[in-house]
């Protein structure tokens, strides 16, 4: 919704919206005349955006259907658009790029986006986190054809989009609340595929069970170091930076070097740099891009790296996600003490995956569990955190509500500290650096 607003902004429209709290990301967006509010009330609606001639409405699934200011533009007949129409509206004219996954997506196209703005095509981008290179979530090039995007599946979103180059980089089961089950999940991908141009090119992770007979002709698998189209061959860590060599169909790129931290992004690195070599980017191009990526807040984010003490925040909400994150800090601080912060993300997807949460959370040496974010949700009877606290077999673990953690966090110290959720924790990051950067100043 941000990049959107911040599309619309730059084509000269007058932009105002309404979100459900103020974060740095809506401060942001204020401080680039795009004027938000937090208060749902219909006099809060800008008097220029009354007006149902001249006025385009867009609106993420995630708004509850009793918001008032929503039900004003319906009850006064504005054309109402989803946001991933007007996605698919505006990317129809470029040469698409799309990234679907329930995880993995936000890196895997903020980098293909970071190596191809470097090309002499360069690239339009519409991305899910905030680009530390590009201090965006939105690229914009008036001479390119392309446009890198995100393909969300919540909401059945990508089904809006029609790319010439798709990435799969994953497909577990969530939103079950949307989809009802893992079957119906499976066929709105199988439809997302079969959405990308014949004679475009589809990259899909090892492993994937995806219909093949909608594939395109031009197909790919990859995988971190698997027998694949393409992999990571000689991955070597030196220094906490990963190094590899990219192996592909007459592609050999050597001595790939990663700053961006994590065994999993050397995983995201040979997705994007495989997409990108097989639209003609050169080789030299993409080890160069790769080497200079420092990532995206919220991914991985390194928020103090200190002898003393790391910490890093970190937005994965699915059990998947959170293995992959905690398998990768493992890797790179061997011995070392863990602690994580988790909050849980929906109510439904709490109930749904509990047990995978617990599995994911038992690489932790010590658990910090907070009550759930129920973002666009009502309470459901009897689902709360304790579903996965009780089946979480760490033996250091605490419950403790947001009204306790900085408390908490002051009396427990920590080797390597990790936020991990999707939900309002990441108004807790600046707090938490301000207060370890304090006390790893005075050791």
């Known amino acids: 919704m941000s990049a959107l607003a911040r599309y619309f902004k730059l084509a000269g429209k007058k932009v105002a919206g309404y979100d459900r709290t103020p974060t740095p990301l809506t401060a942001k967006l204020n401080s680039e005349g795009i ?21 385009l409405v867009v609106y993420t699934p995630a708004i509850p259907h009793d918001h008032l200011e929503f039900n004003y533009f319906i009850n006064n007949h504005f054309t109402l658009y989803k946001r991933s129409q007007i996605l698919g509206e505006i990317t129809k004219q470029y040469t698409t790029i799309a990234v679907a996954g329930t995880h993995g997506k936000t890196t895997v196209s903020t980098m293909i986006a970071h190596i191809m703005a470097g090309t002499a095509g360069g690239c339009n981008a ?3 986190g905030i680009s530390k290179n590009f201090n965006s979530n939105l690229v914009l090039n008036s001479e390119s054809k392309y446009a ?13 989009l029609f790319p010439y180059a798709a990435v799969v980089t994953s497909m577990d089961p969530d939103h079950l609340d949307i989809y009802g089950n893992f079957d119906s999940l499976r066929e709105s991908f199988n439809k997302f595929i079969s959405q990308v141009s014949r004679d475009g090119i589809l990259l899909v992770k090892e492993g994937i069970k995806a219909d093949s007979s909608v594939f395109p002709q031009r197909t790919f698998t990859y995988s971190l170091n698997g027998k694949t189209n393409f992999s990571a061959q000689n991955i070597r860590l030196s220094g906490k930076k990963y190094h590899f060599d990219l192996y592909g169909p007459d592609i050999r790129i050597k001595d790939i070097s990663l700053v961006h931290p994590g065994l999993v992004n050397v995983e995201n690195a040979v997705a994007a740099s495989s997409v990108c070599a097989l639209l003609g980017t050169d080789h030299d191009h993409i080890r160069a891009s790769l080497e200079g990526f420092t990532g995206i807040q919220r991914r991985f984010d390194y928020r103090i790296n200190t002898p003393a003490m790391v910490y890093i925040d970190d937005y994965a909400h699915h059990p998947k996600e959170i293995e992959a994150t905690l398998t ?3 890797e790179l601080y061997p011995g070392k003490k863990i602690t994580g912060v988790f909050q849980p993300h929906l109510y439904t997807r709490t109930r749904d995956l509990a047990e995978g949460f617990a599995e994911s959370l038992n690489l932790l040496d010590r658990l910090i569990l907070l009550d759930i974010y129920p973002a666009r949700e009502e309470p459901i009877a ?20 947001k009204d306790q953690l900085m408390q908490l966090l002051e009396q427990t110290g920590t080797e390597i500290l990790i936020t991990l959720g999707a939900g309002d924790i990441d108004k807790f990051v600046e707090p938490i650096t301000q207060l370890f950067s304090h006390s790893a100043k005075q050791k």
């Not at 004027?35 to 006025?55: C, G, K, M, S, W």
């Not at 890198?148 to 809006?160: C, M, N, P, Y």
């Open 328 to 330: 990768s800090v493992r």
């Open 126 to 128: 519409f991305l899910g």
């Open 382 to 401: 009897g689902v709360t955190s304790d579903m996965i606290f009780e089946k979480v077999s760490v033996q250091d673990k605490i419950r403790c509500s």
């Open 148 to 160: 890198v995007t995100e393909a969300d599946e919540f909401d059945r979103s990508f089904l809006q």
């Open 35 to 55: 004027a938000l509010h937090y208060d749902d009330a219909v006099e809060n609606i800008p008097q220029e955006f009354t007006d149902r001639n001249n006025t």
